[in-house]
């Protein structure tokens, strides 16, 4: 019985390692020591959305869409781009500003936090079944007078986005979530790099 139990125990455990969220700091963050605020930037470089690139996955969608509907992929297409532009940056940024004494800000700062998303997993929910979005973003620190030099990386693998009350349908929504942790864990790697 105790065998049981404790194989039983081991593969929870197993399990939940191998969904958890790492983490890895290459170079020196005391580089924005002092620094109150820092210019942030969002990439999309070379991203994958699940087994996919980003061109193969939105190029389906769109299709898929616009078979069901004349113009709907178009829309989604809209709508896509829109929340790489503003929502998944504006989640990231509330967490990392509430979370951390560094500050992201639009007016030209001393140094720039470059955030690319190498990994999109979307995720879905459809009420009786449900799986968490995650990405993989890897952040580079430099100074803006030298953006060839990067001081530091920040990588952060398998940031969740799920929502406590379940009401993620939207990709966004469930998305917008697994940049607010990532945003968050930044800022606490960052914070405990500057004491």
Not at 27 to 49: A, H, R, S
Not at 57 to 65: R, T
Not at 171 to 184: F, H, M, Q
Request: glycine letters at 6%.
């Amino acid at each position: 019985m105790k065998k049981t139990v404790f194989m039983m125990l081991a593969f929870f455990c197993t399990m939940f390692a191998a969904n958890a969220m790492n983490t890895k700091t290459e170079g020196d963050l005391k580089c924005l020591k002092g620094q109150e605020y820092v210019n942030i930037k969002f990439t999309y470089n070379n991203m994958t959305v699940g087994k996919m690139t980003e061109q193969a996955y939105v190029d389906k969608k769109v299709s898929e869409y616009n078979q069901k509907e004349a113009g709907k992929g178009d829309n989604w297409f809209t709508l896509w781009e829109g929340d790489k532009a503003t929502v998944y940056p504006a989640s990231f940024c509330d967490l990392m500003d509430k979370h951390s004494k560094v500050k992201t800000s639009k007016n030209e700062q001393a140094y720039t936090v470059e955030v690319n998303t190498d990994f999109f997993e979307p995720g879905y929910n459809i009420y009786v079944s449900k799986q968490n979005a995650y990405i993989s973003v890897t952040i580079k620190i430099y100074a803006n007078a030298n953006p060839e030099k990067v001081l530091a990386t920040v990588t952060i693998t398998k940031a969740p986005g799920r929502t406590v009350s379940g009401n993620d349908y939207q990709v966004s929504d469930r998305v917008s979530e697994a940049y607010a942790k990532a945003g968050k864990e930044f800022a606490k790697i960052l914070t405990k790099a500057l004491k």
